[in-house]
């Protein structure tokens, strides 16, 4: 059996009058990929052959195929939890102590899940995370369905438009209700992990005490940028490492005590603001 490759697009109000080319380059699709869309991607208009430069009208179908972009993981079965899915995008639940990528040792890792996913539901496009998040942390991690919605994302997220949310059990009371950290976070050469250094990348991260447990503290987190450790550095800054967080010397529980609960951002295709959430197990 033949692996669905194509995806078809409906046109609106919105999108006749572009031209295919246009209308590519509205995902922020990279001009060689809109050429090879051109050129391999079987564009058609009610399963009739069209060029880059065809016009778009209102009520039209426009398929491409996208067999040529083959990034394909190798599939492992495994549980997976779906949270949102479409013609676009698929989030999925993130465990803790899963990798979203392999790192070329793992042999199960969340994308090849996904990909495993795919293939029982006779969809042949590659599985292409959007975001992913730290070995230790658990909670929503976003895939593109196909290259356009992808480009799309990764457009959002470069320029802060998808919002990130995340709760995390931390260590002492904390006094303030909430609050901004703005320092740059740099990788420490002498070690694994990340540390606040002024040859680092900006980082800026916001908390809000949501309540407080004995001699803990439960906050909800958002990041305006995505460094690698942020949250755990930066609360780990201000006197409060992460419940868990074994690497920046906090081993008070089995796992870290940090979730991604709730992403806010702009679905490729409606255009539409969409949320997912995620309760967090702890």
């Known amino acids: ?7 078809t697009f409906h046109i609106d109000d919105k999108n006749h009058g572009l031209t ?9 699709i990279s001009k060689s990929n809109i050429y090879k869309c051109g050129l391999y991607g079987n564009l058609n208009i009610f399963n009739q052959p069209a060029s880059l430069e065809y016009i778009l009208k209102k009520n039209d179908e426009l398929t491409i195929d996208f067999k040529w972009y083959d990034k394909k993981a190798h599939a492992h079965a495994g549980k997976i939890e779906i949270l949102y899915e479409d013609d676009d995008i698929l989030a ?24 495993a996913y795919y293939e029982q539901k006779n969809y042949g496009l590659s599985v292409l995370p959007v975001q992913r998040l730290d070995l230790e942390t658990s909670g929503i991690v976003l895939f593109a ?6 480009s799309f994302l990764s457009y959002q997220l470069e320029h802060h438009n998808v919002n990130k949310t995340y709760e995390a059990i931390v260590r002492y009371h904390v006094k303030n209700e909430s609050g901004t950290i703005n320092q740059r976070i740099g990788r420490d050469r002498h070690s694994d992990k990340q540390i606040i250094t002024k040859n ?13 447990e004995e001699k803990r503290t439960r906050l909800e ?6 460094r690698k450790h942020q949250i755990r550095v930066h ?15 906090s081993r008070s529980s089995d796992r870290l005590m940090l979730h991604a609960t709730k992403l806010v951002l702009i679905h490729p295709r409606t255009k539409d603001i969409i949320e997912i959430k995620s309760n967090p197990p702890f």
């Open 1 to 7: 059996m033949d692996l669905k490759t194509t995806v």
């Open 20 to 28: 295919i080319r246009q209308f590519l380059a509205s995902f922020y």
């Open 92 to 115: 999925v639940l993130k465990p803790v102590q899963l990798l979203v990528h392999t790192d070329g040792n793992e042999k199960d890792t969340l994308t090849q899940r996904v990909q």
């Open 145 to 150: 369905k196909h290259p356009l919605a992808l």
């Open 200 to 212: 680092g990348q900006d980082a800026i991260t916001h908390y809000k005490v949501l309540g407080y």
């Open 221 to 226: 987190v958002t990041i305006e940028t995505g």
């Open 235 to 249: 609360l780990l800054s201000i006197g409060h490492p992460i419940v868990g967080d074994i690497l920046y010397g």
